[in-house]
């Protein structure tokens, strides 16, 4: 296993309310992603982070923020929550320099009532 | 086009059969390459890393790169249930941000 943590792996929630997911990893590399997952969109970046407190949007940004006060810890808010924010959403990790790879957490199954 | 192409099937075949799953990409400055096996409701974990061209080999699984054509190839021998799965490939952007393409995935059923 990777080293990341994801938490709520589940959660449901009403539109209009916040919500925020957390990774969290134990390898100490410096980037971190999240990504949402659709069926017929494959993999779809939400935003990243590069170092703490360094952040950047994605392809689907909109409607979401990020946070990194710490190395291991990268936060995924949804300010208020819609149904099209109802997806699996995974954390990710890769250590810098060419030739790197990426590494997946287990995913928060999100639905948005 | 996207940078990373990947057929979505499904693909359904019978256990002991080899399996060949393909991407193609558009950049030829492309030269690393990943192949990720995901679960139903599970994340994609690395399954084979490879680098240019070549094939690389582990276990039942061979991972090949044709860099003349942009091609990717995965190809399982003997394969079995529990390789049912999702396969994505993967490269790495040339760009700055150390980012990723990701084939949309093709889905594998192996019928015992």
């Known amino acids: 296993d990777a080293g990341i943590t994801q938490s709520p792996r589940h959660k449901v929630t009403e539109t209009g309310t916040p919500v925020t997911l957390r990774c969290h990893q134990t390898?100490?590399?410096?980037?971190m992603y999240w990504y949402r997952q659709d069926p017929g969109h494959g993999l779809r970046l939400i935003h990243y982070?590069?170092?703490?407190?360094?952040?950047d949007k994605g392809e689907v940004s909109d409607g979401y923020s990020v946070s990194r006060s710490k190395t291991e810890d990268f936060l995924l808010t949804l300010e208020s929550a819609t149904s099209s924010q109802t997806s699996v959403y995974f954390c990710?990790?890769?250590?810098?320099?060419?030739?790197?790879?990426?590494?997946f957490g287990e995913g928060s199954w999100l639905t948005v009532v | 086009q996207k940078e990373v192409e990947q057929d979505p099937g499904p693909l359904s075949v019978p256990e002991g059969a080899i399996v060949s799953l393909n991407c193609t990409y558009s950049?030829?400055?492309?030269?690393?390459f990943m192949w990720y096996r995901q679960y139903s409701r599970k994340g994609p974990e690395l399954l084979m890393y490879?680098?240019?061209?070549g094939n690389k080999e582990d276990g039942r699984f061979t991972a090949q790169v044709d860099k003349s054509s942009k091609y990717i190839s995965l190809f399982i021998r003997d394969s079995q249930p529990s390789d049912s799965a999702t396969y994505l490939c993967a490269t790495p952007t040339t760009n700055t941000g150390n980012q990723f393409y990701f084939g949309t995935g093709t889905s594998l059923t192996v019928i015992p």
């Open positions: 950049n030829s400055a492309f030269q690393y």
């Open positions: 490879t680098y240019s061209s």
């Open positions: 390898e100490n590399h410096r980037y």
């Open positions: 982070s590069y170092g703490v407190k360094d952040t």
């Open positions: 990710a990790i890769s250590a810098t320099g060419g030739g790197n790879t990426i590494y």
